[in-house]
C-alpha cells in the first residue's frame, strides 16, 4: 500500500483539485512535484517552489506538516487558452513529494475524476461493411476471380526469380517470423515472376491469384517488396488463403511518412523497430524519427556528447526536471550511434527511409540548459513557448551557435543515409529576439526586417550547411515564412497547422509532406470522453477525420506535382511507456496508410474502409500490439 496518494479531479470551471492524502508517517516542509500536460498555474492552497513549463513543485500555503490521515488540498489550472482538460491524460503525472534532506517518496495517483462536469454524449458508432478487398491501402486496381487460393502452407520463389525479387523474398520472410505469422517460406504455392516494364514506377507491381498460382510482376526491388507484402496481409486476412484476382497496383504519393516523438519520451530501440515492422505491412516508407526537444537531446553525437550526457535522463536530482511524467527519475535514455544504425538498417530493409529531426532555433530548452552560451547574455525578451518554455530559442546571431551547429549537421547527415535532414522550426515563441542587440545588430548588417526575416536567415544558414554536407533540409511550414520566400535550397516543407501553409508553399514552388493536426495527429484523442488519452488543441481525430481529407485540393489537382505526401504524427507528451504508442496509433495509422498510398478514386469511404480496419484485427493479434477502439 502506498503510504501518499494524490487524487485530481476537474471542476465545473476546468481547474484541478488535487488532494494529497498521508497515510503513513507525518511529513512535513515537502514539497509536491508532478508533471501535466502544459503549463499550469496554482489557484489556491499551494506556493510554487518551481516551475518549468509542464513541471510544477509546490509547496502548502500556509506550510504545515501533513500527519497520519491527513490531507492538503490544493487548485491549479491549465494557464493557456488552448489546452484544457478533456481526458485522464490531464491529470497529475508520476507525482512524487521532495523532503528537506533530499529523498523523494513515490505518490500514487489516482486517475483523473470528471464526475463534477458535464458527461459528454456518447459519439456515433461507426456502421462498417464487409470491404471488396481486405488489404489496407487499397490498390490502384483489383479483379476480383472466382475461388481462392490456399496459401497456409507458405511460399516457394520460382528458381528464375531475379536478385531483387529474391531479396524482398527474404525481408519479407524475416518480417512475417517477427509478426508472429505462419511460416512465410514453404512448399504451399509456387511464386511465378513476370518482368513488368522497367518504365513503370518503381513502387509499382502487379499480382495474379489463381486456385493453384501466384503470378507476381514488378520491376524493382521496392514494387516486389509491396508485391510480397500485399501476399502476407491478404494471407493473414484470409486465414491463409487468398482472394483469386488480378491486383495492379502503384501509390499515389512517393513520400508515405510516420513520426513519432522520442524527445517527450523516450522509446526502447525494440519498440521502434515494431512500429517500422507495423510501418512496412502497410506500405509506408518514411518514419521521421524526433528524438530531440525542448526536454531531451537523446543523439549521442561525437561533435557534442554533452548534450545527450547531460539531458537524456529527467527527474529530481537531473539537470532536466521530471517533464511529462518524468517523475523523481532518473527517467530517459539516449540513441548511441550503433542503435541509430540498427534503426536505419531494419528500416531500409522494408523499404524505410529514415529522416532525423533537429530543433532550430526553438524548441531548444534542453539543449540550452547545457549551452547558455547560445544566447545573447543581453537579451531581455523572456520569451514564452507556447508549451509555456522559457528562453527555449537560441540566438543566430551569436556565432558560437554555428560554430557548434557545422559540425553537428555533418554528423547527422553521415549518421543517416537517406540524406533529408530535419532542421525543426516550428512554434517560434513570440517577441522572441526582441531585445536581442545581437540580432539588432543582424538586422542592420543582414537588410531584416522583422522576425520571420531572421527566423528566414536562420534556417537559410542551416538549410546550406545540410546541403554542404551533402544532405537535403526539411523543415515544418514555418520555414516558408520570410522575405526571400523562405528557407529555400530544395527543402522539403511539412504542413502540420492545418493544410494551408502547405499549400501556400506548394504553390511558391517547395515540395510539401501534408500532416494536418485536426487529420492525422495520433496524438489528439478520438472523442472527449474522459478515458481516453491523448491531446485536444487541434481537434478529436476519429477515424472519420484521419480517411476523409483531401491531401490535394480537388480544385487545385496542379499541386500534386508538388504536394509530395502525408505523414502521420505521433507526440509522445500523453506516452509514459512505449506500449502507450499503441492504441494512438492504431486503428487510425490504417487510414493514414489508406490516404499516402490509395488515389482519390480509390480510396475507400468509411464504411466498407472500417470493414477492412476490422480484418485487420487478427494481425493486431499476432502482433500482439494493443489496437484502440475502432471509432
Ligand atoms: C508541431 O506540431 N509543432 C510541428
Known amino acids: ?64 506538516p501533513l500527519g497520519n490521515g491527513e490531507s492538503w488540498e490544493l487548485v491549479v489550472a491549465y494557464g493557456f487558452e488552448r489546452h484544457h482538460p478533456a481526458n485522464v491524460s490531464w491529470g497529475p503525472q508520476l507525482p512524487y513529494v521532495a523532503l528537506a534532506d533530499g529523498t523523494t517518496i513515490d505518490v500514487e495517483p489516482t486517475p483523473l475524476d470528471f464526475s463534477a462536469v458535464e458527461p459528454v454524449a456518447a459519439p456515433e458508432p461507426l456502421s462498417p461493411e464487409a470491404p471488396e478487398l481486405s488489404l489496407i491501402p487499397h490498390p490502384e486496381s483489383w479483379a476480383a476471380g472466382i475461388g481462392s ?47 513488368l516494364d522497367s518504365a513503370d514506377s518503381e513502387e509499382a507491381y502487379a499480382l495474379a491469384i489463381t486456385p493453384g498460382s501466384v503470378t507476381l510482376r514488378a520491376a524493382h526491388h521496392s514494387g516486389a517488396l509491396h508485391a510480397l507484402i500485399s501476399l502476407l496481409q491478404l494471407r493473414q486476412t484470409g486465414g491463409g488463403s487468398l482472394p483469386c484476382g488480378v491486383l495492379q497496383d502503384q501509390p499515389r504519393f512517393s513520400w508515405r511518412g ?190 531584416l526586417e522583422t522576425t520571420d526575416d531572421v527566423q528566414e536567415w536562420t534556417m537559410r544558414r542551416a538549410a546550406e550547411l545540410v546541403v554542404q554536407s551533402g544532405g537535403r533540409p526539411a523543415a515544418w511550414e514555418e520555414a516558408g515564412r520570410g522575405q526571400q520566400g523562405g528557407m529555400g535550397h530544395g527543402g522539403i516543407l511539412f504542413s502540420w497547422s492545418g493544410q494551408g501553409p502547405g499549400l501556400e508553399a506548394a504553390r511558391a514552388g517547395y515540395e510539401v509532406v501534408m500532416c494536418p493536426a485536426q487529420h492525422i495527429y495520433f496524438d489528439m484523442a478520438p472523442t472527449p470522453r474522459p478515458h481516453e488519452r491523448g491531446m485536444n488543441w487541434a481537434a478529436y481525430v476519429r477515424m472519420q477525420d484521419a480517411l476523409e481529407w483531401h491531401p490535394v485540393p480537388p480544385d487545385e489537382p496542379e499541386l500534386e506535382e508538388r504536394i509530395i505526401g502525408v505523414q502521420g504524427e505521433l507526440w509522445s507528451e500523453t506516452v509514459q511507456e512505449d506500449a502507450m504508442m499503441e492504441p494512438m496509433l492504431a486503428p487510425r495509422i490504417l487510414a493514414l496508410a489508406e490516404v499516402a498510398w490509395s488515389s482519390e478514386s480509390r480510396k475507400r469511404p468509411l464504411a466498407p474502409f472500417c470493414g477492412a480496419a476490422q480484418a485487420f484485427e487478427p494481425i493486431w493479434r499476432s502482433l500482439g500490439w494493443n489496437c484502440g477502439e475502432l471509432i
Not at 532536466?320 to 542503435?339: D, H, K, R, V
Open 1 to 64: 500500500m502506498p503510504l501518499l496518494r494524490l487524487s485530481s479531479a476537474v471542476q465545473p470551471d476546468g481547474s484541478l483539485k488535487l488532494r494529497l492524502h498521508n497515510a503513513g508517517e507525518p511529513i512535513s516542509g515537502f514539497h509536491l512535484c508532478f508533471s501535466l500536460l502544459s503549463l499550469a498555474v496554482v489557484v489556491s492552497g499551494a506556493r510554487t517552489v518551481r516551475q518549468v513549463a509542464n513541471f510544477l513543485e509546490v509547496a502548502p500555503e500556509p506550510e504545515v
Open 149 to 195: 487460393c490456399d496459401a497456409s502452407a507458405g511460399f516457394r520463389l520460382s528458381p528464375e526469380a531475379p536478385n531483387f525479387l529474391q531479396g524482398a523474398f527474404q525481408a519479407v520472410e524475416a518480417l512475417a517470423q517477427r509478426c508472429g505469422f505462419p511460416p512465410w517460406v514453404g512448399p504451399g504455392v509456387t511464386l511465378q515472376f513476370e518482368s
Open 258 to 447: 510516420q513520426h513519432l516523438d522520442c524527445a517527450r519520451h523516450f522509446y526502447q530501440v525494440e519498440s521502434l523497430l515494431r512500429l517500422l515492422d507495423l510501418m512496412a505491412l502497410l506500405k509506408l516508407n518514411r518514419f521521421h524519427w524526433h528524438f530531440i526537444d525542448d526536454e531531451a537531446f537523446r543523439l549521442e553525437l561525437d561533435s557534442a556528447p554533452e548534450l545527450a550526457q547531460e539531458t537524456a535522463s529527467r527527474g529530481h536530482h537531473q539537470r532536466i526536471p521530471g517533464l511529462f511524467g518524468g517523475g523523481a527519475g532518473p527517467l530517459g535514455g539516449t540513441y548511441s550511434q550503433a542503435e541509430v544504425r540498427t534503426v536505419v538498417e531494419h528500416a531500409q530493409a522494408l523499404g524505410i527511409e529514415v529522416m532525423p529531426e533537429i530543433e532550430i532555433p526553438a524548441h531548444a530548452w534542453a539543449l540550452l540548459q547545457v549551452h547558455p552560451e547560445f544566447r545573447d547574455p543581453e537579451d531581455e525578451s523572456r520569451e514564452q513557448s507556447v508549451q509555456g518554455y522559457l528562453e527555449n530559442t537560441f540566438n543566430p546571431a551569436v556565432p558560437e551557435v554555428w560554430t557548434f551547429l557545422r559540425p553537428l549537421l555533418a554528423e547527422i547527415v553521415s549518421l543517416f543515409p537517406f540524406g533529408v535532414v530535419h532542421l525543426g522550426c516550428d512554434e517560434l515563441p513570440p517577441r522572441v529576439w526582441e531585445q536581442s542587440p545581437a540580432v539588432q545588430r543582424l538586422k542592420a548588417e543582414q537588410g
